[in-house]
Each structure stands twice: as structure tokens, then as C-alpha cells.
């Protein structure tokens, strides 16, 4: 299969970092699989913070990763490495990367690979990946979320933070989220939080306090950092888990360990790229196991915000730094 694909492939390359309308269309390589991994002809690939980071040159690719922005896709398996699984040859997939998602074609370990069920549009499916695998690993495996427990999700119209409603309200957790705006928490309630917080209008420790009596929240899925940290902890019960995963606001914070100590908090985190490929393998299989019935049932699907044309991946990456968007933004590539 190998010998009749191109061996040239569109890609969005960074011609300058900074600005979006830095992105541009360029000629790259086809890649070779290699042991264990499959090719993908990319269909649609997802947006994320991270690939607007890494455009600024605030988040390079890790040792060995593609240098090409995108970390989740969707398509069609167009050819297998040695030790791929021969099931897998043409057979519609989405899949976590490293790097390489913004382009007509991707290698991938095949381990990191999920079936896309008849039920699920592609561009979906391209917008589960990054968000799910995320939000799995630091809710549920780092936050040990347990059913009957509330969780307070920073970021609430995000993909990550419409992600969080979904597993919350799936695996009985009661979601408070914040937003930015009124119209942002209307939209987090009606994907399914129980609460939304308008930031800018309330204080959300105390808001945390009245919705839970004054409890407060077993576990904080945390994108900001910084200053947040902090007020962050004042919003957790008694053996409260605090869940980084970002620092948009800085990477220090003051904390009070005295507190920390009195009701017992567990502070924890984890960055998902860098990982190892056997880490993500197991990931990918306990999602498999434990989450991805659910998406064969129809039950989780992601929220999605807009699909752009592949050409105007410079409209996309504005519409995320805006903070316009509700849930995905999506690259189609195959018709890009």
C-alpha cells in the first residue's frame, strides 16, 4: 500500500510564530509508518490550545513527535507498519498524536487508535481524542472521581470543560462549572452542568460554598494556575483532590500548606503529550473498556463548536484565542 501513495502531502505548517495568519498550506513528506504504527488519510483534525501555543513557540513538540501542529484526528487507516494489526487496513479511526494532526496524512501507533463507530460522524470523532483521553486520565484515574461526588470544572464552554460535563453527568458526578459570560454558562446548563458560574459577575469560592452548603467540592479540574490555585483550594471538602492541567495564568502559586495539610488535599497533575507510548496504549484501553460503549451507544458525544476548511486554519486558531467557541473546533482536512 505504501508504493501508491503520494509522497508529497498538504500540511498547515507555522510559517512565522505569533500571529494566525502565520499558518500557511505547504508541501511535507508523507510519512513512513513504522513497527506498530498504521497511516491514517486524515479526514478531520481537532483544534486545541496547545496547537495555539506551539504556534507561538511557547509549546514545541516533544523528542521524536511530528513538528506538525495537531494532536487528534479522524480518517481512514491507509496503510500498516510491521506489527500493526492487519484488522486495522481501512478501517475508520480516531486517534491521539504527539504532532502531526494538520496534515493529509499521519502515522500513529495503532495501540493509540479507536474504531469510529457507523453512529459517529468523523469530524465527532475527530473532536474526542485529545479532550476525552484528557479528561479520563485526570478526573477519573488522578482524581479518583467517584460516583455522587462533585467536581468543579474551570473552563466550561471549553473542550475539555464540555468533555468534563459529559463524563461527570455519564459516571454520576455533579458538574459545577465557571464561564465567562452568561450566555457560556447558559450553554454549559444545557449540555449538562448542574451549575455555571459566571466569573467575571460572582466569586466562585463562594459560590462553591453556597451550591455545596458550605461542603465544598471533592475534586477541581484546574486549566488556569496561578492565582487561581489558591482560591481553588478554599472550594474543596475535606480530602479534596486539586487536578492540574494547564497554567494559562502562570506556573506559581501561593498556597496555604498548613491548610493542605489540616484537610488533608492531594495535589496532583499531569501534561499528556510528553507521555510514553506504552502509557497512552493502557489509556487508550481503559477508555476503550470503560468510556467508549458509551460513545457506540450514541450516550457521549462531544460538543461542537465549528468545522473550518483546512485553508483556514488561521480563522480557527482566532476563534479559539477569542474565546468564542462552545465546545470543538474542527480542521477538515480531506476537503480542505
Known sequence: M???????????????????????????????????????????????????????????????ASPILGLEVSGEVVALGEAAPPELMGQKVCALLAGGGYAQYCAVQASHCLPVPGSLSLAEAAALPEALFTVWHNVF??????????????????????????????????????????????????????????????????????????????????????????????????????????????????????????????????????RSDEFKALLAQEIADNAWPLVESGQLRPAMDRVFPMAEAPSAHARMEAGEHIGKIVLEIAGG
Open 141 to 274: 484515574e488522578r482524581g479518583w472521581a467517584c460516583e455522587g461526588e462533585t467536581l468543579l470544572v474551570h473552563g466550561g464552554t471549553s473542550g475539555i470543560g464540555t468533555m468534563a460535563i459529559a463524563l461527570g453527568r455519564l459516571f454520576g458526578l455533579e458538574v459545577i462549572v465557571t464561564c465567562g459570560t452568561d450566555g457560556k454558562c447558559a450553554s454549559a446548563l444545557e449540555i449538562g452542568a448542574a451549575h455555571a458560574i459566571n466569573y467575571r459577575q460572582a466569586d466562585f469560592v463562594e459560590d462553591v460554598k453556597r451550591i455545596t452548603g458550605g461542603m465544598g467540592v471533592q475534586i477541581v479540574l484546574d486549566m488556569v494556575g496561578g492565582e487561581y490555585v489558591p482560591r481553588n483550594l478554599k472550594c474543596l471538602a475535606e480530602d479534596g483532590r486539586h487536578v492540574s492541567i494547564a497554567a494559562q495564568s502562570g506556573t506559581k502559586a501561593q498556597i496555604n500548606m498548613g491548610a493542605i495539610m489540616a484537610r488533608r488535599y492531594t495535589l496532583t497533575g499531569s501534561t499528556l503529550r510528553p
Open 2 to 64: 505504501i508504493d501508491i501513495l503520494p509522497r508529497e502531502m498538504t500540511v498547515i505548517g507555522v510559517a512565522e510564530s505569533g500571529d494566525p495568519a502565520g499558518l500557511r498550506q505547504k508541501s511535507y513528506p508523507v510519512p513512513v509508518p513504522g513497527s506498530g504504527e498504521v497511516l491514517i488519510r486524515t479526514a478531520y483534525a481537532g483544534v486545541n490550545r496547545a496547537d495555539v501555543m506551539q504556534r507561538k513557540g511557547l509549546y514545541p513538540p516533544p523528542p521524536g
